[in-house]
């Protein structure tokens, strides 16, 4: 007996048009694989954090009680969105950990998560976005006979504002910015400092050491 088949026979050139589309259709799909990925890592805003100006800015505060002004030195930390958008939106900027190095070596004082204070806050309270200007935001200060002063903003029960001896001193300050579009990578900062003090910014630079490790 003669086996019969109902299946039709395909011709070659059937065959080749069969293959071609079938590998249009794998390619058309690698393609848009592709092009998703691409779009939603452009729809996350990568956010930059750095310090400012390891040299400071010499300015003026005004102490409780209406006291007169005193010279100060105010150190920045800088949050940025290189690609300027997606815009992120609600940015703050967080200390996660707070280190101290000793003789002994570098202990954890503090670890959890606290708002930095933005600069200006009283004037322009947050949230933030961030987009194609960048934003500042007031990280630390020294002032003569008040020793440095942290701006967390609240201040944390568990962690002191104020640093005002024994020196010399060294810490390590651990920080991110995050928004709903995406975060930075951490950001650690290095104090050193010898208690001393100069309204001159390279004297003070002398006796103040801060930079990213």
């Known amino acids: 007996m003669v086996a019969c088949s109902l299946l039709p026979v395909m011709s070659d050139n059937a065959r080749f048009w069969m293959n071609w589309i079938v590998t249009l259709l794998a390619a058309g799909?690698?393609?848009?694989?592709?092009?998703?990925?691409?779009?939603?890592?452009r729809r996350q805003a990568k956010l930059k954090l750095e310090l400012k100006n390891p040299s400071g800015e010499l300015t003026e505060v005004t102490p409780p009680a209406g006291l007169n002004p005193v010279p100060a030195h105010f150190y920045y930390l800088r949050v940025s969105n290189p690609r300027g958008w997606p815009i992120a939106n609600n940015v703050q900027v967080l200390l996660l950990k707070y280190e101290e190095i000793t003789a002994k070596g570098v202990v954890i004082k503090w670890e959890s998560e606290n708002p930095v204070r933005w600069r200006h806050q009283e004037t322009w309270p947050p949230p933030r976005s961030i987009g194609a200007s960048a934003g500042d935001l007031d990280m630390c200060s020294v002032r003569s006979g008040s020793?440095?002063?942290?701006?967390?903003?609240?201040?944390?029960?568990?962690?002191?504002?104020e640093y005002t001896g024994p020196y010399p001193y060294s810490c390590v300050l651990t920080y991110e910015a995050q928004a709903n579009?995406?975060?930075?990578?951490?950001?650690?900062?290095?104090?050193?400092?010898?208690?001393?003090?100069?309204?001159?910014?390279?004297?003070?630079?002398?006796?103040?050491?801060?930079?990213q490790v």
């Open 29 to 41: 799909g690698t393609i848009s694989a592709v092009l998703y990925a691409l779009f939603r890592d």
């Open 147 to 161: 020793g440095l002063r942290f701006y967390l903003h609240p201040e944390p029960n568990n962690l002191r504002g």
């Open 181 to 211: 579009e995406g975060k930075s990578d951490l950001c650690r900062i290095q104090i050193d400092y010898d208690g001393g003090w100069s309204t001159k910014t390279d004297e003070m630079a002398k006796h103040f050491r801060i930079r």
